[in-house]
């Protein structure tokens, strides 16, 4: 591409002292600027276009001469920025070749300079003959030649006196010698592949801001034809049947015809899944279970499963970890149930491996056992009720006795009720065990509880207990009873719902008013209890089942069982004492008098303890009641408050 631009500036003749003759005449230089940067391809990459900016040519001189003067091209510069006849900007990075014609169609007297100089430093040296400025009737403007230097372009002139057109034309063009550069990207930069047919992500860039074409080898030495060049491609790997590391090369071409050098990325194609072996099913219970299998490659964990006569899976959260050992909990699964599952493993490609269908039955959950027993008939005929609370999903229940004395467990009898009576003959004292099965659709059992009974010799009966109050906290519960005779304490617990109980430590004090705190628990959750209790015999009475449900975390609860323990002479002071509450790091006491009207609370203590000694007496209301209540503190705030105890001058 060539553009051609023309200037034209008028100037006016001038005078000073005496009038002068004006002479008219007309000349006009054209004169044509060829930057050419040597290249393999002649075509013209890129082109400029400005507008010159001429200074005002003196037509003659003051004392009537003719005028002389020279219009200066300006700076052509081999790096960049480039500088063409101060209007044209170019970035010419390498050797600057010059093509350079000056001539004038009047006989005066024209000629053109043309300068280098170190880049950008440095002063000017002139290239033409001797220095001097070359006339077109002793030789045109240098013709050819090569730099890496700036050059300067300068136009001569003489003009006699008068009013002249300056006409200046001038062309520049060159071709491009600098490659592109850019990059390829295979699939964004994944390492792995199981497509042979991937996406190029491809970025060049060249001086010209252009780049034309793109060309791939997959060795590096044996290229594909040239094809318009784009930032994304789809694109075939080398030899796609068979897996291992492909490495793609491209390279960029510009419309000059230079070619970059090569750019690479390489990816794993793999395009056969993982094989999973040794699948099995362990630690099942009758709301979990842990499915645990090996792979032949690192791979991803995942199961899906469903309940026997469902038709859509459940899918257990993925292990996106690459293993070669996989175990997947299942959770939230339901008692009693068959279960059908397959193992999933993916490798780092994205093959995906589903196994075979197996399956897994879960338990039941553990019933709950209670028992009491009466005398029938004669004084050695015994009646043990069992009941027990119902299994999700059982198929039936299996009732066991052992006798303790002699180690013999008896399978009393299988059945679909919830209840049983055992009759017994106890001539002596007799102690046996029972406890209830659930069993599944596998025939697998979950025992309950055991219950203790002892027959015979005085006293055969078991103690009756009665739940007299259950204060949850955040972690932990206090729970009393009391039994009809002098009995050990113990509480089992468990999550509402879930599998088996654990119990607390066994009291072995024979009281009939019991409590036992039960720790360690969750906040905010429920719980299921039953009080247990055994008689000096060592007849065991049973609760029924009761629940409860811990705080949520928060401020702590109220403080409980607020109570004067000591006061001193002349009541001067007071000493209060309260059970610890929950989550508290601090108590406040607050304090009010009985006067008419009642005073206002007031904060009259802090402790982190549960006792505290405050004043009583007040000087200016010596014989007014008093009445204290305390809360607790935690770092969420305070707690309501505690029961009001009330002191008596």
């Known amino acids: 591409m060539r553009v051609r631009t023309t200037e034209r500036k008028e100037t006016g003749s001038r005078k000073t002292g005496s009038p002068k003759t004006q002479w008219p005449g007309h000349v006009c230089l054209i004169l ?4 050419i940067l040597s290249s393999a391809s002649s075509e013209v990459a890129r082109a400029g276009l400005g507008t010159i900016s001429l200074t005002s040519i003196e037509a003659y001189n003051w004392d009537g001469s003719p005028g002389s003067g020279t219009v200066d091209f300006g700076t052509v510069y081999p790096g960049s920025p480039a500088v063409v006849s101060r209007a044209l900007v170019f970035n010419v990075s390498s050797d600057l070749e010059w093509r350079l014609r000056g001539w004038t169609g009047a006989a005066l007297p024209a000629g053109c300079l043309l300068e280098q100089r170190p880049r950008e430093s440095g002063g000017w040296v002139a290239l033409s003959p001797s220095g001097a400025v070359i006339r077109p009737a002793e030789n045109p403007c240098p013709d050819g030649g090569s730099f890496e230097d700036d050059l300067r372009l300068t136009v001569d002139f003489t003009l006699s006196p008068g009013t002249y057109t300056i006409e200046l034309q001038y062309e520049v063009s060159f071709t491009d010698q600098t490659p592109p550069a850019g990059t390829v990207v295979i699939n964004g930069g994944a390492g792995y592949t199981n497509d042979p047919v991937v996406t190029l992500d491809l970025s060049a860039t060249d001086d010209s801001g252009v780049v034309d074409s793109v060309s791939f080898s997959d060795d590096g030495s044996t290229w594909s034809a040239w094809q318009d060049y784009a930032t994304t491609v789809s694109y075939t790997l080398a030899d796609p049947g068979a897996d291992g590391t492909k490495t793609v090369w491209a390279r960029f071409r510009d419309r000059a015809g230079n070619v970059s050098s090569p750019a690479s990325d390489s990816i794993i194609l793999d395009t056969v899944p993982p094989a999973i072996s040794e699948l099995t099913v362990a630690g099942v219970t009758s709301t979990t279970a842990n499915i645990a299998w090996q792979t032949d490659e690192p791979a991803t964990s995942q199961v899906k499963y469903r309940p026997d006569g469902a038709s859509s899976w459940s899918l257990s959260p993925l292990g996106s970890a690459y293993e070669l050992s996989h175990t997947v909990s299942l959770a939230d699964l339901t008692p009693g149930t068959r279960y059908f599952y397959r193992a999933l493993s993916a490798d780092r490609a994205g093959n995906l491996t589903e ?11 553990a019933p709950y056992l209670s028992a009491s027993v009466t005398q029938t008939g004669g004084s050695f005929q015994y009646q043990v009720n069992l009941s027990w609370t119902s299994s999700t999903n059982a198929t039936g229940y299996k009732v066991y006795r052992k006798d303790v004395s002699t180690g013999t467990t008896t399978l009393l009898t299988t059945t679909t009720a919830t209840s049983y ?10 102690t046996l065990e029972y406890w209830v099965a659930a069993v599944n659709g596998a025939g697998t059992e979950t025992s309950s509880n055991v219950v203790t009974v002892t027959l015979g010799g005085d006293d055969a009966t078991p103690p009756v207990l009665t739940i007299t109050s259950v ?5 932990e519960c206090v729970i009393t009873w009391t039994t009809d005779e002098p009995s050990t304490s113990r509480i089992a617990y468990r999550v509402k719902g879930t599998g088996t109980y654990s119990e607390t430590p ?3 004090t024979l009281v009939t008013d019991h409590s036992v705190t039960v720790t360690g628990l969750t906040q905010d959750t429920t719980y299921e209890f039953y009080a247990v209790s ?6 065991t009475g049973q609760s029924d089942v009761g629940e409860f449900t811990t705080l949520p975390p928060g401020v702590p609860p109220a403080p409980q069982n607020l109570r004067v323990t000591k006061r001193w002479p002349r009541n001067q002071f007071v000493t209060l004492a309260w059970d610890p509450a929950d989550t508290a790091v601090e108590y406040t006491v607050y304090r009010r008098y009985l006067s008419d009207p009642p005073t206002a609370w007031e904060e009259c203590g802090r402790t982190s303890d549960t006792t505290i000694k405050v004043g009583f007496l007040n000087p200016a209301q010596p014989t007014y009641t008093a009445e204290y209540y305390v809360t607790a503190w ?4 305070e ?10 001058p």
């Open 471 to 475: 204060t949850p906290g955040q972690t």
């Open 421 to 430: 009576t055992d009759n017994v003959e106890a001539r002596t004292v007799k």
């Open 32 to 35: 044509g600027l060829f930057l």
């Open 506 to 508: 066994l009291d072995t």
């Open 534 to 539: 055994s008689d000096a015999a060592g007849n």
């Open 355 to 365: 196994s075979a269908e197996a399956s897994f039955w879960t338990p039941c959950e």
């Open 634 to 637: 935690n770092a969420l705030g």
């Open 639 to 648: 707690s309501d408050p505690s029961n009001i105890v009330t002191v008596v």
